[in-house]
């Protein structure tokens, strides 16, 4: 059974700060993975999608990187904003085509 | 364009009353998704439409928990009797086809059970 985790928990950050998300999961046999945001009474909104034949993808500030073979993705988001304190989420799409959604990150980007 | 669209967002009620969930995707997606999230958990998947067809439904709770998508097009998700297990947000989601499609999420749907 596909199992996602994501550390850290909750992550706290001065603005202007660089910092990576992690996100792993126990089976390799994925089609793609998805980081998603979500802001508090929200549903989510998805930033990222990477495909199992691709190693990252880039919007903007966000880049995501995938590593199948160790069951890795990282979340990478450059020069932070307070506007970026939300709940980040990864979730793996595996054979029978449904997402598997890690507990999530909680950022906050302190001014 | 408009996004998923979900209502009510906020219902309360008390344990085995009956409630309902309405979802209209985003117009042309074929695949709609039923997730229920718990406070501080990640979206589970209760059901999956491809079109009218429930193609995936092995999580959804078939005692209580019923759904529908009548012509392929809206949704409607119902608990009867609700339970206070129940009290999560209910998010509906829509993508253009199966697999491999970035998923859009409505707002949610919040359930207190009393």
């Known amino acids: 059974k596909q199992e996602v985790t994501q550390i850290p928990a909750a992550l706290s950050v001065p603005e202007g700060e660089n910092l990576v998300l992690n996100c792993s999961f126990t089976?390799?046999?994925?089609?793609?993975l998805q980081w998603f945001r979500q802001d508090p009474g929200k549903g989510l909104t998805s930033l990222l999608l990477?495909?199992?034949?691709?190693r990252e993808q880039t919007s903007g500030r966000l880049n995501a990187s995938l590593d199948k073979s160790s069951g890795r993705s990282t979340l990478y988001i450059a020069a932070s904003q307070p506007g970026d304190s939300a709940t980040y989420l990864c979730a793996v799409e595996g054979s029978q085509g449904n997402l598997i959604f890690g507990k999530g990150t909680k950022l906050s980007v302190k001014p | 364009e408009a996004g998923v669209v979900q209502s009510p967002r906020y219902k309360i009620i008390e344990k085995k009353q009956p409630v309902a969930f309405w979802c209209n995707p985003i117009s042309g997606h074929n695949t709609l998704y039923w997730y229920r999230q718990n406070l501080g958990q990640g979206p589970e998947l209760l059901i999956r439409y491809e079109n009218e067809e429930a193609v995936d439904d092995s999580q959804l709770p078939k005692d209580r928990f019923s759904a529908e998508r009548l012509k392929g097009v809206d949704s409607t998700l119902k608990i009867q009797p609700a339970e206070l297990g129940d009290s999560a947000v209910y998010l509906c989601?829509?993508?253009?086809?199966?697999?491999?499609?970035?998923?859009?999420f409505g707002e949610g749907s919040w359930l207190t059970v009393v």
């Open positions: 089976d390799s046999a994925i089609y793609n």
């Open positions: 990477i495909q199992s034949s691709q």
């Open positions: 989601a829509s993508s253009p086809a199966y697999s491999g499609n970035t998923i859009y």
